[in-house]
């Protein structure tokens, strides 16, 4: 069998890092352009549109702070997480502990979900302030290895601040999707007409700008949110690649993945609000609650493969790539 071209760690999160600012960028773009044409379609002047554009921007400073300083306790609490103590999980403890100095980092205070399905997260605006949460089912199911390159995954989220990072996206979304919706209830009761007043001027060149608005109004959410899970999606890249940095050992998270995936039991506390932060989609593809989900994660195949491409193995086979699939 051909071996596949060798990739270094590096150069996929120095990849990974390069999308994610892409995608960020595109989303800020949005906003600007759908807060600037929102204000002049609603005012007829410049001086309209750059004020929407601070007005969004004010909105996602306020979205941001709120989420930003209790964003993790209310996560934690939601997924019924208790914090360890050191005795109560000496293994897991030690894992944490040796990987929180490989990535230079405080340890994150540990919480553990009593649940039999194995998965994991990472919360906390930055590393002197990160908490990881594990199920209980994670340390029955999976070995030193695997639980390592789990870890490794979590604590690279702390380390490269990938809360706080789509906690950014996350407002800036929130923010286009308010000023829409703003923008479309103002118009349906004839406020925008009102607006703009008698002498505003413009005839059918405000008639299309209006209609632009609209349009920009219904699909401009649409779009923002694609970009979101793009951009999720991204920095799960970028967490898989940097647990390999840290433990050197690209199988045990390949092992991991495939067992988390492949596991059948239903993580009960999760919810479209936390999916994303799971290290794999908790909601499994044969729930009722999965009907009409947008992906969050990459697809597992993918994340595999990366991680052989690391060792300069082949990808897999089309009988694992099609069960892998399924899974994820």
Do not use: C, W
């Amino acid at each position: 069998m051909a071996t596949a071209q060798r990739e270094s760690f590096y150069d996929q999160i120095s990849s990974n890092r390069r999308r994610s600012v892409i995608l960020v960028a595109i989303v800020v773009a949005i906003l600007a352009v759908v807060g600037f044409i929102i204000g002049y379609a609603l005012t007829g002047t410049l001086a309209g549109g750059y004020l929407a554009i601070a007005v969004a921007v004010v909105i996602a400073l306020v979205i941001s702070a709120v989420s930003y300083y209790g964003g993790d306790s209310l996560v934690l609490a939601a997924s019924g997480a208790k914090e360890v103590k050191p005795a109560d999980a000496p293994q897991l403890m030690n894992v944490i502990n040796e990987l929180s100095i490989a990535a230079g980092i405080p340890p994150p205070k540990v919480y553990l979900i009593h649940d039999t399905a194995p998965n994991a997260f990472a919360t906390g605006r930055d590393p002197a302030h990160a908490s990881v949460a594990i199920t209980t089912g994670l340390l029955q199911k999976l070995d030193r290895e695997e639980l390592q390159g789990v870890m490794g995954h979590e604590l690279s989220h702390v380390r490269n601040l990938d809360i706080r990072f789509t906690l950014l996206v996350g407002a800036l979304v929130g923010s286009i999707a308010l000023l829409a919706d703003f923008f479309l209830r103002f118009t349906f009761f004839g406020g925008a007409g009102r607006g703009r007043g008698r002498d505003s001027g413009g005839g059918g060149g405000a008639a299309i700008l209006l209609v632009l608005a609209l349009v920009l109004s219904i699909l401009a959410p649409f779009f923002a949110r694609m970009v979101q899970l793009a951009v999720s999606r991204q920095r799960e890249y970028l967490a898989d690649a940097s647990s390999v940095e840290l433990t050197r050992n690209p199988a045990g998270l390949q092992r991991a993945l495939a067992k988390i995936a492949a596991d059948q039991e239903v993580l009960e506390v999760a919810n479209r609000a936390t999916q994303h932060l799971y290290i794999v989609n908790p909601i499994k593809k044969f729930e009722s609650r999965a009907a009409g989900l947008t992906a969050t994660h990459p697809p597992l195949v993918d994340r595999v493969n990366r991680l052989r491409q690391l060792t300069g193995e082949a990808p897999l086979d089309a009988a694992s790539m099609e069960a892998l699939a399924r899974l994820g």
